[in-house]
């Protein structure tokens, strides 16, 4: 049990980091999270973001809505940047006096999966105290949908279409968690911000930690899953409930899965509900279909396993 | 002490805070010392060990707009993998100062020195100067956080070493104290940076409406160095007896020809005037040592009675009229109205040597196409190139 474990909303901080008023589409999900983060996180902050949709929707010069310091420096180097900024702290609050800060650093999934997992892995692996937050929506949105190390096999994206010879992605998403959980950091988990008690708590624990964190928090996408806006927590919730996105943490190396799923939903229903997917339930496609149930239920019977030894 | 170790000595007494820092060759065993002097306790820094140029620069650049006085040293591939970075440093006003081993750049693969790698990102917003030795590289060092810091200027500052001929040449350096160091450089004040006591917004996003003003600032900043400049090297001349100005010039009073080089090469060619000048040639020499922003009134009070210039070039660049530094040099005398012939080489790619007996050769060549009021020889010539 983590020590002042958040019950109530109310244990929350207000919307004091943020300012209304940005460029983000309506129900995005990766507002959602970032703002449920922000509200968890312990001050005093500074927030990173690699070259996303939510640098280009917060930040139209001469607007902001940061009311935190805030940097964005490139697409691939999110967790550089923290590195840069947790060790610049370090040394003048040493010399200096300089009050030491957390760190957060936002990147989405082509930033973290994709172009920046090198600048990721030496953040991590050099111990730099900062929690990396991958907010995932499956594919290069901010470029206009095109399909990432992240996206879903069968998914369609502009460059992975749903082609009359080639249905969607032809690979399985890439397991991310497990290339951190390699670094053996002391805190890596996953979140949605359908559950935002176990998301808040989980940037509380990490906060805990003096070295580097990760959470991978789900960010369903109006416009690339398409979906209506109003349904981003519907759909991000079904992916829980599904067991496709599965919410767990690996505490200094111990797995715990955090919300069990005892009576899954069938993938379908997640399916179903986005245009990117709801092919895979057309007769055609049922190949593709099982091979990526048989993905989302392998990893679920191995974070079962992996739970238990450490239970 | 090699002018990698009197590179990292200056840094130690600038008491830098971050360096984050990839090794390559021929800049290593400037990280490596300095590694040694944070390891040692003999400086108080953090030192990011980082996996990547890419990563050095962005670390940097981030350390940088925590208010901390930063440091990093690359060469060649290094700084090309830094290039999108570079712009950031300008353009975010990071005092960041770089010491660049110059080496060419791939394929072949080649560790030696040109100047291509520089050259390569000469547009990034960098104020680039060039030490022709170790001494030189030294003191610049301090110049270059004095002017990277200031609040008029607030750029990175390149310090140029030919790989290896510099970088590794060892030499007897004057040092200033640890006092003398703190007295002409005191710890980084920066107005603007990344604190929770009053938040800031860094790298935005700017569209048409903004962006162009936004990157002029950096225009406006370089046009303040050539001043800037001039009166920090003062200050420090006052405390050294040692001053470099833009230029470094040699013989050039009386002189009808005059060679232009940058970097090591400077030294050779000077021993090559001092031969000539005893056989009665009247030849000069301009050593490029600021050369962004490039020093065009330096070089004008130099140049306006010369009857041709020979401008040396350790870059190319395929397909361009001239190669880098004549291109600079033609439009310094075109925008004086000033009709000079400039015979300008690439030499020296790779790290292919050159001697004080082939500067000789190049000046003859052009002092007899003067007797013989035959044209100079327009476009790229290839000094040394085999046939």
Request: some cysteine; overall charge neutral; proline content about 5%.
């Amino acid at each position: 049990m983590l020590v002042g474990e958040i019950k109530t909303i109310k244990e929350l901080y207000g919307l004091d980091l943020i300012a209304p008023g940005h460029r983000a589409c309506a129900g995005c999900g990766a507002l959602i999270a970032v703002r449920q983060i922000l509200m968890a996180s312990k001050r005093p902050l500074i927030v990173v973001s690699a070259t996303s949709c939510l640098e280009v929707t917060s930040t139209p010069y001469p607007q902001t809505m940061w009311k935190t310091p805030w940097v964005h420096l490139l697409f691939e180097n999110a967790a550089t940047a923290a590195s840069g900024i947790e060790a610049a702290l370090k040394v003048l609050s040493r010399k200096y006096n300089r009050q030491e800060h957390y760190i957060i650093a936002f990147g989405g999934d082509g930033g973290t999966f994709d172009i920046g997992i090198q600048a990721l892995s030496g953040a991590l692996e050099r111990g730099h105290r900062f929690i990396y937050v991958c907010y995932d929506n499956e594919a290069y949105m901010n470029t206009g949908i095109q399909r990432s190390g992240a996206t879903p096999l069968g998914a369609a994206t502009t460059t992975s279409p749903v082609g009359t010879k080639i249905v969607g992605k032809t690979q399985q998403k890439k397991d991310l968690m497990e290339i951190v959980v390699a670094h053996r950091i002391p805190y890596a988990a996953t979140a949605s911000p359908s559950h935002w008690k176990d998301l808040v708590n989980k940037v509380r624990k990490a906060q805990s930690y003096d070295g580097p964190s990760f959470i991978h928090v789900i960010a369903p996408c109006t416009r690339g899953w398409y979906f209506d806006t109003s349904e981003t927590i519907k759909v991000a919730r079904l992916a829980v409930e599904t067991r496709y996105w599965p919410l767990y943490e690996v505490e200094n190396g111990r797995y715990r899965i955090t919300h069990p799923v005892p009576n899954p939903k069938p993938l379908e229903e997640f399916l179903k509900v986005q245009r990117r997917l709801s092919h895979l339930l057309l007769p055609e496609n049922a190949e593709i279909l099982e091979s990526l149930k048989a993905y989302v239920n392998e990893r679920w019977e191995r974070l079962q396993k992996l739970s238990a030894c450490f239970a | 002490m090699s002018t990698s170790e009197a590179i990292a000595y200056a840094v130690k007494q600038a008491n830098v805070d971050v360096i984050a820092a990839y090794p390559i060759t021929p800049q290593t065993i400037i990280v490596e010392r300095l590694s040694e002097y944070v390891h040692n306790g003999e400086l108080d820094a953090e030192y990011i060990a980082v996996e990547s140029e890419h990563s050095a620069m962005s670390a940097c650049v981030a350390a940088s707009l925590t208010g901390a006085r930063v440091f990093t040293s690359t060469a060649s591939q290094g700084l090309a993998l830094m290039h999108e970075v570079l712009y950031l440093a300008s353009s975010l006003r990071c005092p960041i100062v770089m010491a660049i081993a110059n080496r060419a750049l791939s394929a072949p693969i080649n560790i030696h020195c040109d100047h291509s790698d520089m050259m390569g990102s000469r547009d990034a917003g960098w104020v680039q100067i060039f030490a022709e030795n170790g001494q030189q590289a030294y003191d610049r060092i301090f110049q270059a956080f004095k002017l990277a810091e200031d609040e008029d200027i607030l750029l990175p500052v390149g310090v140029n070493i030919d790989g290896f001929f510099l970088s590794h040449a060892v030499e007897g350096i004057a040092t200033i104290s640890d006092s003398e160091a703190a007295t002409f450089l005191p710890p980084r004040k920066a107005k603007y940076y990344l604190d929770y006591s009053m938040p800031m917004t860094f790298g935005a996003f700017a569209l048409p409406d903004w962006y162009f003003e936004i990157k002029h600032q950096v225009v406006e900043a370089m046009d303040r160095v050539p001043k800037k400049l001039a009166e920090i090297e003062e200050t420090y001349y006052k405390m050294t007896g040692r001053k470099y100005d833009h230029v470094g010039v040699y013989k050039t009073e009386d002189a009808e020809v005059c060679l232009v080089c940058a970097g090591s090469s400077a030294a050779t060619a000077k021993f090559a005037i001092t031969r000539l000048r005893e056989k009665g040639i009247k030849a000069g020499l301009l050593s490029i040592r600021l050369f962004r922003p490039f020093p065009v009134e330096s070089i004008l009070l130099h140049v306006k009675d010369v009857k041709a210039l020979i401008v040396m070039d350790r870059a190319m660049s395929p397909g361009a009229p001239s190669a880098p530094i004549a291109q600079d040099i033609k439009a310094t005398l075109y925008d004086a109205g000033l009709n000079i012939p400039v015979a300008n080489f690439v030499y020296g790619l790779g790290g292919r040597d050159i001697s004080a007996a082939e500067f000789e050769s190049i000046i003859m060549k052009i002092v007899e196409s003067l007797k013989a009021g035959r044209p100079i020889e327009k476009g790229v010539m290839y000094w040394g190139l085999r046939a």
